[in-house]
């Protein structure tokens, strides 16, 4: 429950799934396909029941639907899949400038709206942007430490290394290009701990609703009286 309420009341960039809360939800029998009644009755047994013709649920949490990242990025055609990429990496901006980590920032937890807009649904391992740590990943100096199957570094709780990220992304050359072309600067160290920075000091970062391509450019903003 904490972490939900921390996305009702932190989420100022829309990236996050909103979760709406139901007790005793009833809902016509016939909406379900009888093999999925019959795996909810027999696993959520605790939390699902037949009243007559409908179902009960006596407490569940529902969110909008949408197409997992992971699978997205290797079935969709190749100019969806670049654009869904690059608001991938604009996503985790957009957390960051609201101070939200998303904790894993693995493909399997980023969704992928009906309108195309990618966000996160796994809350997990949410957390305050400003209380990690982010790390220079430490160089091996000898060959044990390059060999070494676990870190010969010491690593607290809240430390994080950028640096790591794009070997558990496994994402396909489309993806991988157009996310490092446009958002490079999130496997490096440095853009987080200048947003921490930032945040630290009471700026309050901008987020656009609209993609880059979409935002009037700076003459035409003066023109229109929007500066």
Same mark, same amino acid.
């Given at each position: 429950?904490?972490?939900?309420?921390?996305?009702?009341?932190?989420?100022?960039?829309?990236?996050?799934?909103?979760?709406?809360?139901?007790?005793?939800?009833?809902?016509?029998?016939?909406?379900?396909?009888?093999? +999925?009644?019959?795996?909810?009755?027999?696993?959520?047994?605790?939390?699902?029941? +037949?009243?007559?013709?409908?179902?009960?649920?006596?407490?569940?949490?529902?969110?909008?639907?949408?197409?997992?990242?992971?699978?997205?990025?290797?079935?969709?055609?190749?100019?969806?899949?670049?654009?869904?990429?690059?608001?991938?990496?604009?996503?985790? #901006?957009?957390?960051?400038?609201?101070?939200?980590?998303?904790?894993?920032?693995?493909?399997?937890?980023?969704?992928?709206?009906?309108?195309?807009?990618?966000?996160?649904?796994?809350?997990?391992?949410?957390?305050?942007?400003?209380?990690?740590?982010?790390?220079?990943?430490?160089?091996?100096?000898?060959?044990?430490?390059?060999?070494?199957?676990?870190?010969?570094?010491?690593?607290?709780?809240?430390?994080?290394?950028?640096?790591?990220?794009?070997?558990?992304?496994?994402?396909?050359?489309?993806?991988?290009?157009?996310?490092?072309?446009?958002?490079?600067?999130?496997?490096?160290?440095?853009?987080?701990?200048?947003?921490? #920075?930032? +945040?630290?000091?009471?700026?309050?970062?901008?987020?656009?609703?609209?993609?880059?391509?979409?935002?009037?450019?700076?003459?035409?903003?003066?023109?229109?009286?929007?500066?």
């Amino acid at each position: 429950m904490r972490r939900y309420r921390l996305v009702f009341e932190h989420d100022r960039a829309g990236r996050l799934v909103e979760a709406h809360e139901f007790e005793h939800l009833r809902i016509p029998r016939d909406r379900f396909d009888p093999a +999925l009644l019959a795996d909810l009755l027999r696993d959520a047994s605790s939390t699902v029941r +037949l009243n007559d013709e409908d179902v009960v649920i006596a407490h569940t949490y529902v969110e909008r639907r949408i197409r997992p990242l992971n699978l997205f990025l290797f079935e969709a055609n190749e100019a969806a899949i670049a654009a869904a990429a690059r608001d991938y990496g604009q996503s985790i #901006k957009d957390l960051a400038a609201s101070n939200i980590f998303p904790g894993d920032l693995l493909t399997k937890n980023f969704g992928v709206t009906r309108h195309g807009r990618v966000v996160f649904y796994d809350y997990d391992e949410l957390c305050f942007l400003t209380d990690c740590s982010f790390r220079d990943l430490p160089q091996a100096t000898t060959p044990e430490q390059e060999m070494a199957a676990e870190p010969w570094f010491s690593v607290r709780e809240n430390d994080i290394f950028p640096e790591e990220f794009p070997q558990f992304l496994r994402l396909p050359d489309v993806a991988c290009s157009s996310l490092l072309e446009r958002h490079a600067d999130v496997f490096r160290p440095e853009f987080w701990r200048g947003m921490q #920075k930032k +945040l630290r000091a009471g700026e309050i970062p901008e987020v656009f609703p609209y993609k880059a391509e979409r935002r009037l450019s700076s003459s035409l903003a003066s023109v229109a009286g929007c500066t």
